[in-house]
């Protein structure tokens, strides 16, 4: 059971270019979530998804999409990356909402230069 | 709408000292509270909730928060502090109800230093 895998890492991305950031997670989880954080601003949420193929903004959703086609997967895609979007991303999971555990991933640390 | 202010950006202890990390939260229904903790380069972890049932909450490592509506506070404690322990706490809220239902909302952060 790995739980919530994020890939890559660690990526530099050049201004103006694009990527897509993994998520995975093997718990059968209908909740995922996308998360950025920011030194001293705490995890601010992007989007979310309550299933596959549903998917709803989050707090700070410009810049950024998502799709869900399976329970498993919730990529988040990067388009014209900007140095505003220079952060540590976290996916999460929860099998339902409210008082429901969140479970994250190790992270992917982005550097736009 | 909900929010969580973390009193204390750094807190400094000394090893086997009491930990106090303070959380004050705004809700306009009964909230969820949970205590995150982050390990340098690692994702979060839970530490405890409380969900509405007993107001004093343990969680893991030795470490407790007791849920205050009238002062609408959820202060994580320890007893005595182990060198284990630095690393930065996560306090966040969620919503019973309402428009937030679900959606976590996390405070700043409060990031612990014990020194021998």
């Known amino acids: 059971n790995a739980g919530v895998t994020q890939t890559p890492k660690f990526r530099i991305l050049k201004i103006g270019q694009s990527m897509t950031l993994q998520c995975a997670q093997d718990?059968?989880?209908?909740?995922m979530y996308w998360y950025r954080q920011d030194p001293g601003m705490g995890l601010k949420l992007i989007y979310y998804?309550?299933?596959?193929?549903?998917?709803d903004k989050g707090e700070v959703p410009n810049g950024y999409n998502v799709s869900r086609s399976t329970t498993e997967d919730f990529p988040l895609r990067l388009e014209l990356a900007a140095p505003s979007q220079t952060s540590v991303y976290f996916c999460?999971?929860?099998?339902?909402?409210?008082?429901?555990?969140?479970?994250f991933g190790p992270g992917t640390r982005l550097l736009v230069l | 709408a909900q929010s969580v202010t973390q009193l204390g950006s750094h807190v400094s202890v000394s090893e086997g000292a009491l930990v106090l990390l303070r959380c004050n939260y705004s809700?306009?229904?009964?909230?969820?509270l949970f205590w995150y903790v982050q390990y340098p380069n690692q994702g979060l972890q839970l530490l405890l909730k409380?969900?509405?049932?007993?107001?004093l909450v343990k969680g893991i490592n030795g470490f407790e928060a007791e849920f205050k509506k009238s002062e609408t506070s959820f202060h994580l404690t320890k007893p005595s502090a182990h060198m284990s322990d630095a690393a930065e706490y996560f306090c966040?809220?969620?919503?019973?109800?309402?428009?937030?239902?679900?959606?976590?909302?996390f405070g700043q952060g409060t990031i612990l230093t014990v020194h021998p």
């Open positions: 718990m059968n989880h209908n909740y």
């Open positions: 409380y969900t509405s049932a007993a107001t």
């Open positions: 809700s306009s229904v009964p909230p969820y």
């Open positions: 999460a999971s929860s099998y339902m909402v409210g008082g429901e555990t969140q479970y």
């Open positions: 966040a809220v969620s919503s019973a109800g309402g428009t937030s239902y679900g959606k976590l909302t």
């Open positions: 998804s309550v299933g596959a193929g549903i998917t």
